[in-house]
């Protein structure tokens, strides 16, 4: 029953045992495993779904572990067809380099164990990247690109990276440009799964929201971004002129 509704049996003998409160997305699993009819399982998902928001602080994600926070994202890229990224702040998880994981985590003061953990798991999850089922569309700004969270040649290597991945035919990867008028505003990263689920990473949590009028809030905002931002051989242009600015840096530096 868990391994077919995508979780650990300690996690489902905990929601069994009312001492986990189940999210929406858990009990969707939990009734696609069991094999009930729809109607049943629109009017429970609905219940689910009643408070439309679930807010999980990252103090408590650290205390069961980081790197199980990649698994359940597995379990959930797995199950889905398609996917939309927003990204105003950091290279996607599901496109950074080795070296550019290493320096994000570090932030969060986690273990060696845990660290090395947390980035084999964002790594083992990468492998979505080759599963040509899906379809995963990324939208980043150009800041992203300058950030400096690595050292200039790791940074070269990390856009090398994107523009390596933006050639898989189901992988559409757009950049926002600094030089377009902008109409909206990059808030904040927000993920979007087969219109069914949007996850913010928030400073303190990571939000889940499954509520369809609020879904369709950020759909419109990631549309709204895709018609203004570069594509193709613009957007891989723009990539690589980044790029050898690293490159230069290096060399003279």
């Known amino acids: 029953m868990a391994r077919s509704a995508l979780m650990s049996p300690s996690k489902l003998s905990k929601i069994e045992n009312a001492k986990l409160a189940a999210s929406a997305t858990d009990v969707e699993r939990i009734l696609t495993a069991i094999g009930v009819s729809d109607e049943v399982k629109a009017e429970y998902t609905e219940a689910a779904r009643a408070s439309a928001t679930e807010a999980t602080a990252w103090r408590l994600l650290k205390r069961i572990?980081?790197?199980?926070?990649?698994?359940?994202?597995?379990?959930?890229?797995?199950?889905?067809?398609?996917?939309?990224?927003?990204?105003?702040?950091?290279?996607?998880?599901?496109?950074?380099?080795?070296?550019?994981?290493?320096?994000?985590?570090?932030?969060?003061?986690?273990?060696?164990?845990?660290?090395?953990?947390?980035?084999?798991?964002?790594?083992?999850?990468?492998?979505?990247?080759?599963?040509?089922?899906?379809?995963?569309?990324?939208?980043?700004?150009?800041?992203?690109?300058?950030?400096?969270?690595?050292?200039?040649?790791?940074?070269?290597?990390?856009?090398?990276?994107?523009?390596?991945?933006?050639?898989?035919?189901?992988?559409?990867?757009?950049?926002?440009?600094?030089?377009?008028?902008?109409?909206?505003?990059?808030?904040?990263?927000?993920?979007?799964?087969?219109?069914?689920?949007?996850?913010?990473?928030?400073?303190?949590a990571e939000v889940v929201v499954t509520d369809p009028r609020d879904i369709g809030l950020y759909v419109e905002k990631f549309e709204g971004f895709e018609r203004v931002a570069l594509s193709g051989d613009q957007m891989r242009g723009l990539v690589e002129g980044i790029r050898d600015d690293f490159l230069r840096e290096q060399e003279t530096g």
């Open 65 to 204: 572990g980081v790197h199980k926070g990649q698994q359940s994202a597995k379990a959930l890229e797995a199950q889905m067809s398609t996917l939309r990224l927003f990204q105003p702040a950091l290279v996607p998880g599901l496109l950074q380099t080795p070296e550019y994981i290493r320096a994000v985590l570090q932030r969060h003061n986690l273990s060696e164990d845990s660290l090395s953990r947390t980035i084999n798991g964002r790594l083992e999850r990468q492998a979505v990247l080759y599963d040509s089922a899906k379809s995963l569309r990324f939208i980043i700004t150009e800041p992203v690109l300058r950030w400096r969270i690595v050292p200039p040649q790791m940074m070269a290597a990390q856009l090398d990276r994107i523009f390596s991945i933006s050639r898989l035919p189901h992988v559409d990867i757009r950049i926002v440009p600094l030089r377009i008028q902008q109409r909206d505003i990059a808030n904040h990263a927000f993920v979007i799964r087969d219109d069914r689920m949007v996850t913010v990473e928030t400073v303190h």
